[in-house]
């Protein structure tokens, strides 16, 4: 009994992942056409790339709820640098991961300087940011050829090379935000599983007080895993701007709860019990997986919403409570 929970634990997940990876083909076979499976991970692309963020905050015992405005804001941004300001592709990427590291930064400060909770902080960072980010454009959605507030049609343009960035394929097949996905999620699987830093960012997390005591700087660590949230949720939204080609004000939209959710189903992955870059990673792709084959099988939307939820809660239940048994 006891090898049968061991396994289950480890591999419950997975084994239900690619069942309903077989019942979905076989109730409707398009759904494994490559174009699909390219389509599905295209979909889950942007919030996997800000849970990828938050598995860094999850990692030190926090959490950044401004991931979703902080997209939306590089969204905005990136539109607003290129169409109304007239500048290259490149300059409005590093301009939207400067201010996404710096919304990181200013969340680092409140919880470890401020000494506000994480939860709060954050919390205020994502209403600060949602109404910053329109202020610029005056609350309305920027693209090719809007006109000024002086009467005036813009005269920029989004680049080629930035457009690239969100609705290029390799091959005429691979997506190049799935490409970015993938090796972010590599990069970050290596920093926080092969290296001192990552070792680091879980003690903190497991026991912040003895990683203190053993020589840790806990409140570098925890300021920069704020800040790289900051950039990565930065760089979602740069595909996101690049993927539809305009900065909508409702783009930011449900990101946060699809990323938040994404991380935290990550801990059922493989037993783990712990915020994972692969988890996370595999936990988007079951995600879009799902709504994905529910789409396909004609369900509503509203019964997507409440299955997505029952598999976040089972997940988590299957696994916090099968190993508090063991």
């Not at 699909?36 to 849970?51: D, K, M, P, R």
């Not at 830093?197 to 840790?216: D, P, T």
């Not at 709860?257 to 994404?262: E, I």
């Not at 801990?267 to 995600?287: E, H, R």
Request: glycine share 12%.
């Amino acid at each position: 009994m006891e090898r049968f929970t061991s396994f289950s634990i480890k591999y419950g997940f997975l084994i239900v992942m690619a069942v309903l990876f077989v019942a979905f083909g076989l109730v409707e076979p398009s759904f494994w056409q490559w174009s699909n499976l390219f389509s599905i991970l295209l979909g889950v692309t942007i919030y996997g790339i800000l849970a990828l963020g938050v598995t860094f905050t999850l990692v030190i015992d926090g959490l950044d709820l401004s991931v979703g405005s902080n997209a939306a804001m590089s969204v905005m941004m990136a539109s607003y640098s290129m169409v109304v300001l007239n500048l290259s592709g490149f300059a409005a990427f590093v301009i939207c991961i400067m201010i996404g590291a710096a919304i990181g930064f200013l969340n680092g400060f409140l919880i470890v300087k401020v000494k506000v909770p994480d939860l709060l902080a954050t919390l205020g960072m994502m209403f600060l940011v949602q109404g910053l980010q329109l202020i610029p454009s005056g609350g309305r959605s920027i693209g090719t050829g809007m006109i000024l507030p002086n009467g005036d049609e813009a005269e920029g343009m989004f680049s080629d090379a930035f457009l690239y960035l969100g609705q290029g394929r390799l091959f005429d097949l691979i997506p190049i935000p799935v490409i970015f996905m993938l090796v972010l999620a590599f990069v970050v699987y290596i920093i926080l599983n092969h290296t001192r830093w990552g070792r680091v960012f879980y003690a903190i997390g497991g026991n912040a007080e003895a990683a203190r005591l053993v020589g840790a700087n806990v409140n570098l660590y925890r300021m920069l895993a704020y800040i790289i949230s900051g950039s990565i949720s930065a760089l979602g939204g740069i595909l996101l701007a690049a993927r539809v080609g305009r900065g909508d004000v409702s783009s930011g939209g449900g990101l946060l709860l699809d990323a938040v959710g994404a991380a935290l189903i990550g801990y059922a992955v493989l037993g783990a019990k712990k915020p994972n870059p692969f988890g996370t990673i595999v936990g988007a792709i079951f995600v879009g997986m799902l709504l994905n084959g529910l789409t396909m099988l004609s369900m509503p939307y509203y019964i997507q919403d409440f299955i997505k939820g029952c598999v976040l809660v089972a997940a988590l239940a299957f696994t916090f409570g099968l190993a508090k048994k063991k």
